[in-house]
């Protein structure tokens, strides 16, 4: 009887040791998120972010890893081949914690969170972005990329920490937490401003704006295109001509230089310089849609046709490039080629031109986008103006248009014979991007009539409408049948925004009637207490919400819920709608009045409440 009691519980341990070790095997082969099934090979035992992941830690009491990234992230693509190939670090990794792959764009809400954990702790933030957990959900300590051994270093701290004083490390995270929710509220509680918001915005915009080369800030330079285009509407608006050179320089540099792709079209995500000449490669869809609508609403305003043509380029690489075979668009490109070589596929030497150009174009193409300074890198050079066509025209003894007619031959060429090269597309379609491709297909329609847009357009709609939204719900992101990602505020938003922008070209009732449903929705679900959830539905305990949410890389989805809901149609005699607006109008105009450069998207709202 002994011996057969003994045997039952080896069986038993056997029987668990196998079922854990089970569990505990990398999720992510084979994912429909490109950014996450490049991490199915990696030794590292990747979970994905779920409710039997965090069971699973609470189960076997160890601290998560929740390691945040998206395909196009350079510096994401370093920490996996420094740190989670390595099959050393990848077993303490496995033993000691339970480590999580989170694809950001599939997941805002908690990438939000943690970012903001990450720059209260550390005084910056960005990707990749690693944060430990307590099997709870509690933020206990958070970085973004760190070199191997340095990251091995923090591993076995934390270990060792954990297997000591596991209890106190979880008071400290749940009381870091208070007193996070206890800041925002001191910050909420600031002195109300009684200035305009359009003074608030100009002070902000020439305490920030650089003067010499355009653009915000004195390292990075990012597109800012919320900034740029509420710039615009207060040129527009309030005769603002005091803008004209900051402006006109901005939008030159950023179109003539190297975070505009002079070959292919299409802007990079941002410049890693003052002077916008040194990109970082990743190409996005939501920089380049907002894009388009900024440069044209600058054409119009300015009557320049080189930025007519700079937006119109663009929408062209957006069809040419990104859009899929069912109508919705991919999310970006990656910085780096299949070797790893970022910038490969935009850069060009000599011999290379030499072989592809005859004389003329080539004469043409060294005069206008190649200088004699030392290559970027060891791939060649990057393609960026050295001065006007009028001026190279000049340089050259040519007719302007006959330099436009040469350069265009030449990037039929370049064009042709980058397709040899390989470039890796995240091809998700998400939602609210989407929703910002429609805003900028609806844009090119209505600047040009041309149908190219308005079938583009038109498959676009189809797409969200019959593969996002089912008359009462909204996902993020859909493969096939499977769905990727639940919808968050952002999707909302901006696809309401989306059909509202392209219903104003075509006249489709359908339309109005879904963006009018996704607003209510919104307000719904995402505003509770006069503030604003990200997520209806997290997994962990999160803050409280926010007064507003500010224009980043993408537009405030809550400055465009605002607005929609005091443009549709059938949400105007919505009294309790209009209530809700007001209120939060108030609250923002008191309590973020004097950060309006950061919520450039309520300038407009602001000042027109007043």
Same mark, same amino acid.
């Given at each position: ?27 992510? *082969?084979?994912?429909?998120?490109? =950014? ?32 945040? !990234? ?12 420094? +740190? ?18 989170? &694809? ?21 933030? !960005? ?10 959900? =509690? ?5 973004? =990329? ?134 970082? =490669?990743?190409?996005?869809?939501? &920089? ?14 300015? &009557? ?72 970027? +890198? ?108 639940? *919808? ?56 409280? !919400? ?15 819920? +605002? ?19 007001? *209120?939060?109008? &108030? ?7 004097? +950060? ?15």
């Amino acid at each position: 009887m002994l011996h057969h009691k003994i045997l039952v519980f080896v069986l038993l341990l056997s029987s668990m040791l196998t079922a854990g070790g089970a569990e505990l095997q990398n999720q992510l *082969a084979d994912n429909p998120s490109p =950014y996450l099934a490049m991490h199915g090979e990696d030794p590292v035992h990747w979970q994905t972010w779920s409710r039997e992941t965090l069971q699973k830690a609470r189960e076997l009491n160890r601290p998560l890893l929740v390691s945040i !990234g998206y395909f196009s992230c350079h510096w994401c693509h370093v920490m996996q081949r420094e +740190s989670y190939r390595d099959p050393a670090l990848a077993k303490v990794l496995n033993e000691y914690f339970i480590p999580v792959k989170v &694809d950001r764009e599939l997941d805002p809400a908690l990438d939000a969170h943690l970012i903001e954990f990450v720059q209260l702790t550390q005084g910056r933030a !960005g990707w990749p972005l690693n944060v430990f957990l307590t099997p709870e959900g =509690y933020p206990l300590v958070g970085m973004t =990329y760190v070199p191997r051994d340095r990251f091995a270093g923090i591993l076995e701290a934390l270990h060792q920490r954990w297997a000591k004083q596991p209890e106190e490390l979880r008071q400290a995270a749940r009381n870091g937490l208070d007193e996070w929710r206890r800041l925002r509220k001191a910050k909420a509680g600031k002195k109300p401003v009684n200035t305009s918001a359009i003074h608030n915005m100009m002070v902000e915009a020439q305490q920030l704006g650089d003067e010499l080369d355009g653009g915000f800030g004195q390292q990075n330079k990012f597109p800012m295109a919320a900034q740029l285009r509420t710039l615009l509407w207060i040129r527009s608006t309030d005769d603002r001509h005091s803008l004209d050179d900051f402006l006109t320089v901005t939008l030159n540099r950023m179109a003539g230089q190297g975070m505009h792709d002079q070959v292919g079209g299409g802007f990079f995500r941002y410049s890693t310089d003052p002077g916008w000449q040194i990109p970082h =490669y990743e190409k996005m869809l939501y &920089d380049n849609a907002q894009l388009v609508v900024l440069y044209l609403e600058a054409a119009a305003q300015f &009557d320049a046709q080189q930025y007519r043509n700079t937006a119109l380029d663009t929408l062209d690489f957006m069809l040419r490039e990104m859009q899929r075979d069912d109508g919705c668009f991919i999310g970006s490109f990656s910085a780096v080629d299949a070797q790893g070589r970022e910038g490969f596929y935009y850069q060009w030497k000599a011999d290379e031109l030499k072989k592809l150009l005859d004389a003329e174009q080539l004469a043409a193409v060294r005069a206008a986008w190649f200088n004699t300074a030392p290559a970027d +890198s060891e791939y060649g050079r990057l393609p960026r103006w050295q001065g006007t066509p009028a001026e190279i025209a000049v340089q050259l003894g040519w007719k302007e248009n006959r330099l436009e007619q040469v350069l265009a031959a030449a990037r039929q060429k370049l064009q042709a014979a980058r397709q040899q090269r390989s470039l890796l597309p995240d091809t998700k379609g998400l939602a609210a991007w989407n929703g910002l491709a429609l805003s900028a297909l609806a844009a090119g329609y209505a600047a040009t009539d041309d149908r190219r847009y308005r079938q583009a357009g038109e498959q676009l709609t189809a797409c969200i409408i019959e593969g996002l939204w089912d008359g009462s719900r909204l996902v993020r992101a859909r493969e096939d049948e499977q769905v990727l990602a639940a *919808a968050t505020l952002e999707d909302y938003a901006l696809v309401a925004q989306g059909l509202y922008d392209w219903n104003r070209q075509v006249g489709d009732q359908a339309l109005q009637v879904a963006a009018e449903a996704m607003v209510r929705l919104a307000w719904k679900r995402y505003y509770r207490n006069q503030r604003w959830l990200q997520s209806d539905t997290p997994l962990i305990p999160m803050l409280d !919400g926010r007064i507003a949410l500010d224009d980043s890389p993408l537009p405030s989805a809550t400055a465009a819920l +605002s607005a929609l809901g005091l443009q549709l149609d059938g949400l105007k005699g919505d009294q309790t709608l209009h209530e809700h607006i007001q *209120a939060h109008l &108030d609250q923002v105009r008191a309590l973020l009045g004097d +950060s309006v450069f950061w919520y450039a998207g309520y300038v407009p709202l602001l000042e027109v409440a007043d």
